[in-house]
């Protein structure tokens, strides 16, 4: 809202955050923005959502300071607040770094007709190559990475809709 010029802020700006959910935590884990010592559990493991609200609240945290690093660089175009790179983040976790097909060497590139049918700000999140903005970014050891799922929701998390590949994360492991 703050982007639209429907809201001004005056103070505490940089209080607002990019919003967590399993997009922005799948980018922030495959970057590297985000790292743990020790691998995610299977979410019907963490009965209670500790694991899952100790990851939502880092992510947003490394958000922040990704936006903060963003403002130290000379003549930047940095966005208002760190929840204004949110749309950009989101749309990468849910267009080109999903679990299961990514756009990121060796992976592979993104076809023109599929780029032709993204919108505008879409594009955005693809190189001149095709390929992710941040495909030199991801290590290939992290780009298996996913979020873990919340299983709060009763009736939404089943065996099947839970399954996870090797990235971890999701829901169980088979």
Same mark, same amino acid.
């Given at each position: 809202?703050?982007?639209?010029?429907?809201?001004?802020?005056?103070?505490?700006?940089?209080?607002?955050?990019?919003?967590?959910?399993?997009?922005?935590? %799948? =980018?922030?884990?495959r970057t590297g923005i985000?790292?743990?010592?020790?691998?995610? @559990?299977?979410?019907?493991? /963490?009965?209670? #959502?500790?694991?899952?609200?100790?990851?939502?609240?880092?992510?947003?945290?490394?958000?922040?300071?990704?936006?903060?690093?963003?403002?130290?660089?000379?003549?930047?175009?940095?966005?208002?607040?760190?929840?204004?790179?949110?749309?950009?983040?989101?749309?990468?976790?849910?267009i080109a770094c999903r679990?299961?097909?990514?756009?990121?060497?060796?992976?592979? %590139? =993104?076809?023109?007709?599929?780029?032709?049918?993204?919108?505008?700000?879409?594009? @955005?999140?693809?190189?001149? /190559?095709?390929? #992710?903005?941040?495909?030199?970014?991801?290590s290939l050891e992290k780009?298996?990475?996913?979020?873990?799922?919340?299983?709060?929701?009763?009736?939404?998390?089943?065996?099947?809709?839970?399954?996870?590949?090797?990235?971890?994360?999701?829901?169980?492991?088979?």
């Amino acid at each position: 809202m703050a982007d639209l010029g429907v809201w001004e802020y005056k103070s505490n700006i940089e209080r607002l955050d990019v919003m967590s959910d399993k997009n922005t935590m %799948r =980018v922030a884990l495959r970057t590297g923005i985000l790292q743990f010592r020790i691998p995610l @559990l299977a979410s019907f493991l /963490d009965v209670f #959502c500790y694991q899952y609200s100790m990851v939502d609240r880092m992510n947003r945290e490394a958000w922040r300071e990704v936006w903060k690093a963003w403002g130290n660089i000379p003549n930047n175009h940095r966005p208002p607040t760190p929840a204004s790179i949110d749309y950009l983040i989101f749309r990468l976790g849910k267009i080109a770094c999903r679990p299961n097909k990514r756009f990121c060497p060796p992976e592979k %590139r =993104v076809t023109e007709k599929k780029l032709e049918s993204l919108i505008p700000q879409d594009r @955005l999140i693809f190189k001149s /190559d095709g390929y #992710c903005i941040f495909s030199e970014v991801c290590s290939l050891e992290k780009k298996i990475l996913n979020a873990p799922n919340s299983i709060s929701i009763e009736g939404r998390t089943g065996w099947k809709s839970g399954k996870t590949n090797e990235g971890g994360g999701g829901g169980i492991s088979s």
